[in-house]
C-alpha cells in the first residue's frame, strides 16, 4: 500500500511529506519562489516518493466552490504572480494521483482534530497567528467551508488610533485583525520583528488585547468547544497567559462556562501537533482524496 | 393526527402557535410577566388545543450543552426572575408531551430554512435586530451549538468615539454590536424609539455602518450562502441597501464571489417568513423533539 503525501503550500515555504501519520512522517521544504520553478520540485518530490494521493492545505484565497469551473485555484493574494495558480490541477495531471485542496488553516484544523489538541471535540477553532492570520473552523465535527471559506483574519475589531496610531497593515481593509495583530502588522508597528521583541515590551499586551477580541468575537459567533492558537507569533512565552485572561475581562461573565472560567487554559490551547499541523491535515486531505469526496 | 405546537418565548411577548406550516398556523399571543404567570397562559392555551409535541424558541442565554444538568434553563439574561427557568421542561411536565427547546434565533433560522429565504442554501446566517440583536448559522445543513449556543450580537466591532460619543447599551459589554446598533441602543442615542426616526435622519447611515460591520465579520467568519435579516429595526425602508453597499464597502472586494457583487441583494435579504420565522421554526424544533432528537 503506497503512502499519503502532504504539502502545507505557504506564502514563503512548502512542505512536502510523505507518511501516514505523526509517527510516519518524511518531509521535505522549498522556498515558494515562482509557481513554476516551486511546482518543479514539489512535482521531483512526490515522483521520487510515489504516494496514493496528495493532500494539499495553501494560502489563499481559494476558490473552493465545488461548483466553479476554477475550482482550487488561487484567488485574490497579494503574491500576483500565483493568482489564478491551479495547484491541485496541476500537481495531480504531472503525477497521476488524486489531489485534494483546502486552505491551509483548514488543513491544519483537520490535523489538530485526527491526532492534535482537537482529538475530543467535534465543534473547534484552529487559529494561527503568523506573518498573517488565518482561522479553520469545526462544526459539528465539519469544516466550515459555505460560500468560499473563511477568512478569519479580516474581522474587524475595535482599534483606538488614540492608543495605537498604527494604521494597520491590511492592504485590503488596513486595520482589521490580520492589520493590526499579525506577525507583519508587529514588525510594522515597533520596527522590529515580533521574535526579537522583549518579554516586558508593550507589544504583548497589545497584541494579547487586539487577539482577544477576535476570540471573543469568534465565541459569541462560532461557540467553539476549544480554540487551537498556532503560529510563529504564539511562540512567545508571556502570549497565551495574556490571550485567556484577556478574553476573559472581554466576555465579562456573559458566556457561562467553565470553559471560560476555570478551565481556560485547556479552552486556548496551542496545537498538539506543534508546527506539523498543516502538513499532517494535509494527509487528511489526501485520504479524503481517495475516497473521491475532494476537498470536503 | 394530532399537530404540533410552536411557542416563540420572548422578552415582550410569547407567541403560541398550533398547526404544520405557514397554511396552517393558528397562534395566540401572551405578554411576558413573570415565568408563573407566563407559563400558566402557555399551558392553558396547550391544554385547549392538544398537540403531539411543542417547540420553543426561547430568549437566552440558554443552557444548551446536551450534558449538562440545566439543559434548557435561561441562565445569564438581565430579566432576572427569569434566571434559571426551566422552560422546557416546566411545559413537558404540565401537559405531557415531547418539548425541544433552543434559542429564538436558532429556531428562526430553522423556520428559514425549511419554508422562508434559507430554502435552497445549507449554510447561512439568520439575524434579528430588534430591541436586541442574535444570530442563528446553519453549517452544512446543521444549527451551531458548539459549548453553548452562539451570541452573536455580542461581538465587538469598532466604533469611533469622536464619530459617536454614545456609550454602548449592552449592560455586559456596553459597545458590543448590540450596545451600538439594537433598537434599545437606536433609542438611547437619539432619544427617540427607532420606529420614529425620519428616513433622512443620520440614524440610518450609522445604524447600516454597524450592521454591515458585524455582517463583514460574520462573512469572513462563517462565509455563509445568504444573510437573512429579521427583526423590527430592519422594517425601516433605507437599511436593506444601506447596509448591503456598506457591507461590500468594508469587504473591498477581497472576498471574491458575485453574491458579494452583482447578486448583493438576494444575498442580504429580508426573510421569507416574514415575522413567523421564529413561531414556524419552533414547529421544526417540535417535530423533532417528536423524533427524541431534543434541541438539535
Known sequence: MKRLGGIEA??????????TGPDDLSAATFDTTTPWETLRGVIRFFHDSPVRAIGVGSFGPLDLAPESPTFGRI?????????????????????????GIDTDVNAAAL???????????????????GTGIGGGAVVGGRLVHGLVHPEMGHIRVPHDVDFDPFPGACPYHGDCLEGLASGTAIERRWGVPASRIESDHPAWELEAHYLALGLATWVCTLSPRRIVIGGGVMRHRRLF???????QRLLNGYVRNP???????????????????????????????CLGSGAR
Open 10 to 19: 505557504g506564502g514563503t515555504k512548502f512542505v512536502c511529506a510523505v507518511g
Open 75 to 99: 484567488t485574490s493574494t497579494p503574491k500576483l504572480e500565483w493568482q489564478g495558480c491551479d495547484l491541485s490541477g496541476e500537481i495531480s495531471r504531472a503525477l497521476g494521483v488524486p489531489v
Open 111 to 129: 490535523g489538530e482534530a485526527r491526532w492534535g489538541a482537537a482529538r475530543d471535540v467535534s465543534d473547534f477553532l484552529y487559529l494561527t497567528v
Open 241 to 247: 497567559p495574556l490571550v485567556r485572561l484577556e478574553l
Open 259 to 289: 470553559a471560560l472560567g476555570p478551565d481556560i487554559d485547556r479552552y486556548v490551547t496551542p496545537p498538539g501537533l506543534g508546527e506539523r499541523s498543516g502538513v499532517l491535515g494535509a494527509l487528511v486531505l489526501a485520504e479524503r482524496a
